[in-house]
């Protein structure tokens, strides 16, 4: 069956650049979310998108963006990089009320800036 | 964490025995998910218990979940050397579809 794709899975960049991360869900999932998992740490939410409207967020920097495109899949764009931004970027999607099936995650983008 | 703590926040045992893990939380919810995360891999949803439930079974998965105390336990029985991996528990809430995550219980089982 099919899961949800990222790509990359994994990135380098330098400090400062720009990177971009995509997310394909699983056919007829219309949401999206978006996590950082930092190493060692719990995966924090960053942000979400329903029907391609941003449909919850939350502690995304302002250097990142998000979006939701016509044929549901979503990409991160990352600006200005710092070290701290190093982590692991998932990717999950569901039907509507995702919370009450749970999510599919993909398999994720490691990211790692120098 | 957003959410709450869970513990132990690391476990060892032998093969055959039982694991609980733990997860406390700090908002109302509408349902609690366990999730198992193999090293630096993608996450797995194992079980969903609605905030309406007490406990839920899957294979040699059990879930308590009590809402008075604001927390939950998973228990893996028989467990084996394939079961080594990090848990984490995952709320939901009414008004949002996003999960928010504990801190996680790093399982490791011995052969």
């Known amino acids: 069956a099919a899961g949800v794709i990222q790509s990359p899975r994994h990135l380098i960049k330098e400090k400062r650049e720009t990177a971009t991360l995509k997310c394909y869900p699983i056919?007829?999932?219309?949401?999206v979310y978006w996590y950082q998992q930092g190493p060692g740490q719990d995966p924090q939410f960053l942000i979400s998108?329903?029907?391609?409207?941003?449909?919850d967020k939350g502690s995304i920097p302002d250097r990142f963006s998000a979006q939701q495109f016509s044929d549901y899949h979503s990409e991160l764009n990352m600006s200005s990089l710092e070290l701290g931004d190093s982590a692991l970027y998932f990717c999950?999607?569901?039907?509507?009320?995702?919370?009450?099936?749970?999510?599919?995650f993909g398999s994720g983008t490691r990211l790692t800036v120098v | 964490s957003q959410q709450g703590e869970e513990d132990p926040q690391a476990l060892s045992i032998q093969e055959g025995e039982n694991a609980t893990m733990n997860c406390s939380y700090k908002?109302?919810?509408?349902?609690l998910q366990w999730y198992r995360q193999n090293s630096g891999r993608g996450l797995v949803h194992l079980i969903l218990?609605?905030?309406?439930?007490r406990e839920k079974h899957s294979g040699r998965l059990r879930v308590t979940l009590d809402t008075s105390k604001k927390s939950s336990s998973l228990l893996i029985t028989a467990s084996r050397a394939a079961d080594t991996a990090s848990y984490f528990c995952?709320?939901?809430?009414?008004?949002?579809?996003?999960?928010?995550f504990g801190t996680g219980t790093r399982l490791q089982v011995f052969p």
């Open positions: 999950a999607s569901s039907g509507r009320g995702g919370t009450t099936w749970g999510y599919t």
């Open positions: 056919p007829r999932h219309d949401t």
């Open positions: 998108f329903y029907e391609k409207m941003q449909s």
């Open positions: 908002t109302s919810i509408n349902n």
């Open positions: 218990i609605r905030s309406n439930e």
């Open positions: 995952a709320t939901g809430s009414y008004n949002t579809d996003k999960l928010i």
